[in-house]
Nanobody, 118 residues
């Protein structure tokens, strides 16, 4: 099975930026879409953004205009550029493949922690 490794998290001040990376051990082109999810303390994991193989993107309303998802199929890597970060963006961020029906396809990686705080 394709393994996923997320990286790029850290501590950032409100209004700052981070770029997350998700490196896959196999070909991400075989999946309908790739998505970034996040799980804040005490909350359920939620979808933040996804991108299809054709490059069509979709964003949760709470991040629209601030986050940008992209992918490099040659590197089997998916990125999440996060700008204008807010304390409520604090969470562990994960990536995963998504089926046509929007279901998670792969096992979760370890995630990468993003903390937005002054």
């Amino acid at each position: 099975q394709v393994q996923l490794v997320e990286s790029g998290g850290g501590l950032v001040q409100p209004g700052g930026s981070l770029r997350l990376s998700c490196a896959a051990s196999g070909n991400i082109g075989i999946f309908n879409a790739m998505g970034w999810y996040r799980q804040a303390p005490g909350k359920e994991r939620e979808l933040v953004a996804d991108i299809t193989g054709g490059g069509h993107t979709n964003y949760a309303e709470i991040v629209k205009g601030r986050f940008t998802i992209s992918r490099d199929n040659a590197k089997n890597t998916v990125y999440l550029q996060m700008n204008s970060l807010k304390p409520e963006d604090t969470a562990v961020y994960y990536c995963n493949a998504r089926s046509v029906l929007g279901h998670r396809v792969l096992s979760w990686g370890q995630g990468t922690l993003v903390t937005v705080s002054s």
